[in-house]
């Protein structure tokens, strides 16, 4: 069945960096575009970045550019968020989400349908 | 950036009501609007993509309509496993969220 597992989560200092990871099985990874989104405790839902399904575009939410990276080994079915400089207000739950596509006459529709089950980071000292 | 404000935040609702939940856009956004719901220590789900396009599985009491920058979810008869959390969002300009309109048993 078609599966997104996140891991790398955990409690991180300000200022630190974490990498998380997000293997993907049951779909061929390499032809969908991944997403993190994340939800702070007690909030609503932010989507955070997006990436191709061949890894050559990359966008960003503002509050992230420049301090996250996401990047994917589609040969690992793998995708990746490497977050630097960490702030308290990036403390939430990661999910990371499989991009669906409808393709109709003239436009192409997107939209996240599998999700993971998410993975918690902490930014504390 | 494109902003997504949905109301009401939060509503009362009774089994078997028939409930509309609104998004709006601060921009049109054509039909790239999607509605998802989450439960409380879960993943979101998605509902309907594309305005009004019911995901496979999806019961067909929940229907999505609108263009441009209005948009409504509307739960035909409310069902207990309905009390939740959603969400909408626009896919025509990377990606928002709206704020979420929580539902709650009355």
């Known amino acids: 069945q078609v599966q997104l597992v996140e891991s790398g989560g955990g409690v991180v200092q300000p200022g630190r960096s974490l990498r998380l990871s997000c293997a993907a099985s049951g779909f061929t990874f390499s032809s969908y575009g991944m997403h993190w989104v994340r939800q702070a405790p007690g909030k609503g839902l932010e989507w955070v970045a997006v990436?191709?399904?061949?890894?050559?575009?990359?966008y960003y939410v503002d509050s992230v550019k420049g301090r996250f990276s996401i990047s994917r080994d589609n040969s690992k079915n793998t995708l990746y968020l490497q977050m630097n400089s960490l702030r308290g207000e990036d403390m939430a739950v990661y999910y990371c989400?499989?991009?669906?596509?409808?393709?109709?006459?003239?436009?192409?529709?997107?939209?996240?349908?599998?999700w993971g089950k998410g993975t918690t980071v902490t930014v504390s000292s | 950036d494109i902003q997504m404000t949905q109301s009401p935040s939060s509503l009362s609702a009774s089994v078997g009501d028939r409930v509309t939940i609104t998004c709006r856009a601060s921009q049109s956004i054509s039909s790239y609007l999607n509605w998802y719901q989450q439960k409380p220590g879960k993943a979101p789900k998605l509902l309907i993509y594309?305005?009004?396009s019911l995901q496979s599985g999806v019961p067909s009491r929940f229907s999505g309509s609108g263009s441009g920058t209005d948009f409504t979810l509307t739960i035909s008869s409310l069902q207990p496993e309905d009390f939740a959390t959603y969400y909408c969002?626009?896919?025509?300009?990377?990606?928002?969220f709206g704020q979420g309109t929580k539902l709650e048993i009355q």
């Open positions: 990436i191709s399904y061949d890894g050559t575009k990359e």
């Open positions: 969002q626009q896919s025509s300009s990377t990606y928002t």
């Open positions: 989400a499989k991009e669906g596509e409808w393709l109709t006459d003239y436009y192409y529709y997107y939209y996240m349908d599998v």
């Open positions: 594309a305005a009004s």
